[in-house]
């Protein structure tokens, strides 16, 4: 990071002469000199998850594991079972962190996840069993498509609408 200093200015005296004329001209000079500077303060910290996703924090309902899918309901989120006819409708995305009931969670429904603990085949990822996720198509239940594997520890998240599979 760079600063820009001015200097005093300088006044300069110049003689200048034309054919049976003297004229003495006074030009004003003002320097600027570049110089190193310090960092400043911090800005405010910006939206949450990453650029191009989309992020928001609600209240945990119950105490959960990071990169669970959940669904709200009245202003809280639980683990959501690719079983569960009575919220499959509600999915609202994938925690971020883990926590105690009663405590704030990021949730990001859809742009990129990394996790060094994962180990992915490139292709697509499902909602499985208490939120987890899988890469494994459910047989019964609901196929809900919740992204993308890109990398053994990168996911894409692009939710799909939840498929009834009959049995």
């Keep these: 990071m760079t600063d820009l200093v001015t200097t005093e200015p ?7 002469q034309q054919p049976a004329t003297v004229v003495i001209e006074q030009r004003t000079r003002t320097e600027v000199v570049e110089v190193a500077g310090r ?9 949450i998850g990453p650029a ?10 119950e105490t959960l594991s990071a990169l669970r899918v959940v669904y709200e309901q009245a202003g809280e989120v639980f683990a ?16 971020l962190t883990a926590g105690d009931a009663g ?3 990021d949730v990001q429904r859809s742009g990129a ?3 060094a603990g994962w180990s992915w085949t490139p292709g697509p990822v499902w909602l499985g069993v208490a939120g987890a996720l899988t890469q494994v198509p459910p047989a019964d239940g609901f196929d809900v498509l919740v992204g993308a594997a890109v990398s053994a520890t990168r996911l ?6 939840p498929i009834s599979l009959e049995v």
């Excluded at 960092?39 to 939206?47: K, V």
């Excluded at 894409?156 to 609408?161: E, G, H, P, R, T």
Aim: glycine share 14%; aromatic share 4%.
């Design 156 to 161: 894409i998240l692009d939710v799909s609408d």
């Design 10 to 16: 300088r006044t300069d005296v110049v003689v200048v």
């Design 52 to 61: 191009g996703g989309s992020a928001f924090t609600r209240r945990r309902g």
């Design 80 to 95: 959501l079972d690719y079983r569960d006819a009575a919220h499959i409708g509600q999915l609202l995305g994938l925690t």
């Design 113 to 115: 996840i990394d996790d």
């Design 39 to 47: 960092q400043g303060p911090p800005g405010p910290a910006g939206p």
């Design 103 to 105: 405590s704030e969670v």
